[in-house]
C-alpha cells in the first residue's frame, strides 16, 4: 500500500519560511517523479512544483518562481518543498503527489497523493 505523508506546514508570518517534507512508503519512488500540488479554500487544486527521478529538472509554477525550491532524497524515498518570502496568497492545503509511471518532472497530476498539509501566511 502506498502512502505519501506530508509534514512541515504550519502558520507563518509574511516573509516567512517554511520547509515541508512528503515521505514515501509502499513502493520506491526513485524512478519517479514527484512534486507538490496546492488547494486554497474555494479554489481548484493548481500545480506548485515538480521534479524528476534524479533530481536535477524541475517545474516550478510562475507564481512561486524564485521563492520556492523543490528537492528530493532518494534514500529516503522523500521530495522536500523550500518555502520562502511567504504571502498569504500561498495560504491553502498542500499535497505531495508522485507518478505511477513517468520519470520526468510533470504540471498534470500523477496518480498517487498524500493527506495534505496546511500552510497558513498572515498578514
Known amino acids: 500500500q502506498v502512502q505519501l505523508v506530508e509534514s512541515g506546514g504550519g502558520l507563518v508570518q509574511t516573509g516567512g519560511s517554511l520547509r515541508l517534507s512528503c515521505a514515501a512508503s509502499?513502493?520506491?519512488?526513485?524512478?519517479?517523479?514527484m512534486g507538490w500540488f496546492r488547494q486554497a479554500p474555494g479554489k481548484e487544486r493548481e500545480f506548485v512544483a515538480t521534479?524528476?527521478?534524479?533530481?536535477?529538472?524541475?517545474n516550478l509554477a510562475d507564481s512561486v518562481k524564485g521563492r520556492f525550491t523543490i528537492s528530493r532524497d532518494n534514500a529516503k524515498n522523500t521530495v522536500y518543498l523550500q518555502m520562502n518570502s511567504l504571502k498569504p496568497e500561498d495560504t491553502a492545503v498542500y499535497y505531495c503527489n508522485a507518478r505511477r509511471y513517468g520519470s520526468g518532472a510533470y504540471v498534470a497530476p500523477g496518480s498517487y497523493w498524500g493527506q495534505g498539509t496546511q500552510v497558513t501566511v498572515s498578514s
Open positions: 521534479i524528476n527521478w534524479s533530481g536535477d529538472t524541475a
Open positions: 509502499g513502493r520506491t519512488f526513485s524512478t519517479s517523479g
